[in-house]
């Protein structure tokens, strides 16, 4: 069973994450790597050094609104 310290500290993480995004403009983002088809590329390299990142924003807000959920629950079978 996960920890209230647990999940309060992944979600300091993901803000952490979410705040060295910088200036954000509309859109979803979240951090993905790619890899090309150009014969030759870096991202072919062993190991490959894939092209981005590029960041797509939804999947942090997801976790972040996952694990505020997951915490909530927590505290509410907490004895007071």
């Given at each position: 069973?996960t920890t209230?310290?647990?999940l309060?500290?992944?979600?300091?993480?993901?803000?952490?994450?979410?705040?060295?995004?910088?200036?954000?403009?509309?859109?979803a983002?979240?951090?993905?790597?790619?890899t090309?088809?150009?014969?030759?590329?870096?991202?072919?390299?062993?190991?490959?050094?894939k092209h981005?990142?590029?960041h797509?924003l939804r999947?942090?807000?997801?976790e972040w609104?996952d694990?505020?959920?997951?915490?909530?629950?927590?505290?509410?079978?907490?004895p007071?």
């Amino acid at each position: 069973m996960t920890t209230e310290a647990e999940l309060t500290g992944r979600i300091k993480r993901i803000k952490a994450q979410l705040v060295a995004l910088g200036d954000l403009r509309p859109g979803a983002l979240s951090e993905q790597y790619n890899t090309c088809r150009s014969a030759g590329c870096r991202c072919k390299a062993d190991p490959p050094a894939k092209h981005g990142p590029y960041h797509q924003l939804r999947g942090l807000i997801d976790e972040w609104v996952d694990a505020a959920i997951e915490l909530d629950r927590l505290r509410r079978t907490q004895p007071r």
